[in-house]
């Protein structure tokens, strides 16, 4: 089932994950001990990100370094597929235009149809590591709503080949991101929203924020969205603080702000044990606000903390 028709028969507030495939070589019994607890908290649907490859050196016997293509954290589509499978749960992978041609979107799209996958989140992705910022591939897309474009030509039977017309439809539930705390390379909210708006008017059906730790964040962008016309479902992600680290990677990585109630919770802990339960109260409180205002979906990072994702939504439910 689409993620939109989730949120349409429910009529209260859903729950949602976001998983990481494994790194390359580790075993998925690992991930899937770690969905199989999750489970009893009955998600809806589960998200699966997508990692693009990066450029690394590595060293030769004779000495010498030779530039390589490694993709860390590949089986995006298995995971959905073997997620479907196990656990008769809708999954949604993540798509994104970096390192990618558009032909190869197309049979990564071609793949999940056939599989059954009617959900995508359609995004840019960010610039590789050892680059400062993002460039397309030489025949993909430079922003994520060239990649909904494309997804929706799909769903009207329209393929790259010209002479494929009216053929074979996909059916995709498009998810894009939104950023209540603007999105890095912006000018400004107002452009960023814009650029969300053009989005939602080329044929996306939702959206799922990036993580805040303050709910006025993300009450403001709502309206902001409402009073642009955005007027689809706009889902909450949400992630526990669970380490004093975290509160320099975060905003380092995902360029939100930790309020600064939290953050002097977090620093006056003694032990990592007492961080995790700072951070766990903290959303458990976010949580509640947010069922009180009737959020479409809960959407959880997991992020290799499904132990406190479970105790938060035992907490709420
Ligand atoms: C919920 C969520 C899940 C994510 N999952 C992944 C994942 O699995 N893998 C991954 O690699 N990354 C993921 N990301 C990170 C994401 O790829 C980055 O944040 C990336 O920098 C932007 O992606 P986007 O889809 O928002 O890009 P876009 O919507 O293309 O926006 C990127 C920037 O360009 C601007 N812009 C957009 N359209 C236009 C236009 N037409 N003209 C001019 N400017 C424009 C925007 O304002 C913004 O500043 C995720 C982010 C979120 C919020």
Redesign the pocket.
Known sequence: MKVTEHIAKAGKTLISF?I?PPMKGKSIEHLFHHIDGLMECKPSFI??????AEQIFKKRPDGNFQQVEIRKRPG?VGICASIMNRYQVDAVP?????GFAKEETENALIDLHYLGVNNV???????PSNQKF?SPHPHGH??????VEQIINLNKGKYLEDDIVDEGKTDFCI?????PE??????NME??L???K??IDSGADYI????FFDNEKYFSFVKNCRAQQINVPI?P?LKPITSKKQLQVIPGI??VDIPEDLTKAIMACKTTADCEQVGTEWLIAQCRELLAKKVPVL?F?TLGKPEVIHKVIKAIL
């Open positions: 976001e990481l998200n699966v990100t997508y990692h693009r995006t993540h798509l994104i235009c970096g989140l359609a995004l840019r992705g960010d610039a993002f430079q922003y994520a709503v060239d990649l998810g894009v991101a939104g950023y603007k999105h890095f390379e912006s000018a452009l960023d814009k650029n969300l053009i989005k799922t924020t990036q993580m889902i992600g995902f360029h959407h990072y």
